[in-house]
């Protein structure tokens, strides 16, 4: 087993966090974690089963009475102390992302700051769960809404971001009183494991925040969608199994939260700045290897500027630098596991046979090509094409050919996915136009990169449901009261 060189040796943690305690799986069961740039053990860990998940939700369910009682301001404070935490430990963090992750150590370094920042700003927003007082219409009478905490939370997180996902989903329900439970990837427990350190450092209390490590993702799954005694689940994943959860969740009745699948358009209008939709490509793109939900998937250019953005945007590809997380000036890291190269190998194949143009492909020679794919830019994409409807979570850039406003509208909306869309124009009347046609829950008007703890996350359509991020994340968690109250005299 590779040890992972930390300044706080005691952020590396195997073992499950449920009520308070450090715990082996029953039977002593383990899964490994593997370096997905090298293959090294870096892990075995807790793998937990649907009996200890059970007893998860129990200590959940216990720990809410207290938690949902105290005041928002202690709550913020636990919040708060625990942001100061992850940022003074943000290098370790980052180490362990890189390590079972894959993603290059700046682009880690980000997502710890990313993942604190939602720490930071539910600890704020704990104080401002405000009710209302609604007018009467009858006299002497007033009417109340209260806004409580909906109950225990279950979050199912993935692989892509181990660190923001599980803060941008645990800490607004936190913040509004719920406790949680959350069952990271299997593929990244350990930086879940190292959240869990320093918010057991920073006080919570058992039972308010649960990390249940497992490779038995369907029984866990089935546990945290049916049992009665959670009350809200909220996953990120595929949309596939989104529609599963979604389907058990219909057992008790249970609120869902869906960040699901995309299939982002990017869309260059010839009245663009080219060079400024260049580098937004390149952040929407080629961020954390091509493995976000909100990666461009598919790149509609104008006629006009077609060949001049080819162009560019090939300098800048040749310009990335493939290798370990861990090394010197690395942009892009390796792929996550072997059925995620695969599915992008037989993407691209496909694309080129039926005619598109491989444009420029990296050199990945001196890297293991099991783990590595290339950097790659495709011109002559047709819609049509699978790579223009199926997510590539890679680093391959696919060029498709545009004429008018009309035509590239219907080709971004031809999908079930729904979760962010991209564009470059400058005529003010055209911005306004497309960004209120295009059907996305986020959409960057000349931006490739919008993701902020103030604003909401989400998608329509099969991307899902529910908001996270901004205020609107922590109205996720808060169950709307409507009390009347009735005989106060006139
Ligand atoms: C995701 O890929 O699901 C998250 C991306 C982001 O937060 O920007």
């Not at 080219?274 to 961020?287: T, Y």
Request: proline share 4%; charged share 20%.
């Amino acid at each position: 087993m590779t040890s992972i060189k930390l300044a706080r040796s005691d952020l590396f943690k195997n073992q499950a966090y449920v009520n308070g305690r450090w715990q082996n799986a029953p039977a002593a069961a383990t899964f490994a974690v593997h370096d997905p740039a090298t293959g090294e053990l870096l892990a075995e860990v807790a793998d937990l089963d649907a009996a200890a998940t059970t007893q998860a939700v129990a200590a959940a369910r216990q720990a809410f009475a207290h938690w949902s009682s105290i005041t928002a301001k202690q709550r913020s404070e636990y919040l708060l102390a625990w942001y100061q935490l992850i940022m003074q430990h943000s290098d370790d963090l980052a180490m362990l992302i890189t390590r079972e992750q894959g993603k290059p150590l700046a682009e880690a370094k980000g997502e710890i700051s990313y993942a604190a920042s939602f720490v930071q700003w539910f600890a704020e927003e704990a104080k401002r769960a405000y009710g209302e007082l609604i007018p009467s219409p009858w006299p002497g009478s007033r009417i109340q809404v209260l806004r409580q905490p909906i109950g225990v939370v279950a979050s199912i997180t993935p692989w892509n971001f181990p660190a923001a996902m599980i803060t941008r989903k645990a800490t607004p329900a936190l913040a509004a009183g719920c406790p949680v439970v959350i069952k990271p990837s299997e593929e990244t427990p350990l930086t879940a494991l190292a959240l869990a350190v320093l918010a057991e450092q920073a006080g919570l209390p058992a039972g308010v925040f649960n990390i249940v490590t497992s490779n038995q993702a369907a029984a866990v799954g089935e546990v945290l969608s049916t049992h009665p005694d959670v009350a809200m689940l909220s996953f990120t994943g595929s949309t596939a199994v989104g529609k599963l959860l979604m389907k058990q969740c219909a057992s008790t009745v249970k609120k869902s939260a869906m960040e699901l699948g995309g299939n982002a358009p990017f869309i260059v209008f010839d009245d663009a700045d080219l060079d400024a939709a260049v580098d937004g490509l390149m952040q929407s793109k080629f961020r954390n290897t091509g493995q976000t939900c909100v990666c461009a998937n598919r790149i509609f250019v104008q006629d006009a500027v077609y060949d001049n953005f080819a162009n560019k945007l090939q300098a800048r590809v040749s310009e990335l630098k493939h290798g370990q997380g861990t090394a010197d000036n690395v942009t892009l890291g390796p792929l996550i596991n072997r059925g995620g190269l695969d599915k992008v190998s037989r993407l691209v194949d496909a694309a080129v046979q039926a005619g598109a143009e491989c444009r420029w492909r990296a050199d990945i020679n001196g890297l293991d090509q099991q783990r590595y794919y290339p950097a790659t830019l495709l011109t002559n994409v047709q819609t049509g094409m699978d790579i223009t409807k199926e997510e590539i979570f890679g680093p391959v850039a696919a060029l498709i050919r545009f004429s008018n406003e009309q035509e590239v509208i219907r080709a971004a909306n031809d999908t079930r996915a729904g979760l962010a869309a991209y564009f470059y124009a400058r005529d003010i009347g055209r911005i306004w136009r497309v960004q209120e046609a295009l059907e996305y829950g986020i959409v960057g008007v000349n931006a490739g990169l919008f993701s902020t703890e103030v604003a909401p996350f989400g998608g329509v359509k099969e991307s899902g449901h529910g908001r996270e991020g901004s205020h609107h994340g922590m109205e996720e968690f808060l169950e709307i009261k409507y009390v009347l109250h009735a005989g106060l005299g006139e």
